[in-house]
């Protein structure tokens, strides 16, 4: 659940560190019922490594740790 404004500030930061050579790692976390839901997680990663294309690569693919869905991604 995230708004399209929010996620676009998110794109921007991560391109800046990007750029900078750091690492940036996403989390999603679910709350209550969301968890069984997982998959619109997942979607939302997917969609941040669309608009990041050419500036990274996956270091570690979305994977769900207890109520967390994480993602690590390098500067290429």
């Given at each position: 659940?995230?708004?399209?404004?929010?996620?676009?500030?998110?794109?921007?930061?991560?391109?800046?560190?990007?750029?900078?050579?750091?690492?940036?790692?996403?989390?999603?976390?679910?709350?209550?019922?969301?968890?069984?839901?997982?998959?619109?997680?997942?979607?939302v990663?997917?969609?941040?490594?669309?608009?990041?294309e050419?500036?990274?690569?996956?270091?570690?693919?979305?994977?769900?740790?207890?109520?967390?869905?994480?993602?690590?991604?390098?500067?290429?």
């Amino acid at each position: 659940m995230i708004d399209t404004h929010d996620y676009e500030v998110k794109v921007k930061q991560a391109q800046k560190f990007l750029k900078e050579g750091n690492k940036v790692k996403f989390t999603m976390r679910y709350k209550g019922r969301e968890l069984s839901a997982n998959d619109l997680g997942r979607v939302v990663l997917n969609r941040l490594l669309e608009d990041l294309e050419g500036l990274c690569k996956v270091d570690s693919a979305p994977k769900l740790e207890g109520k967390q869905m994480m993602m690590i991604v390098s500067p290429l």
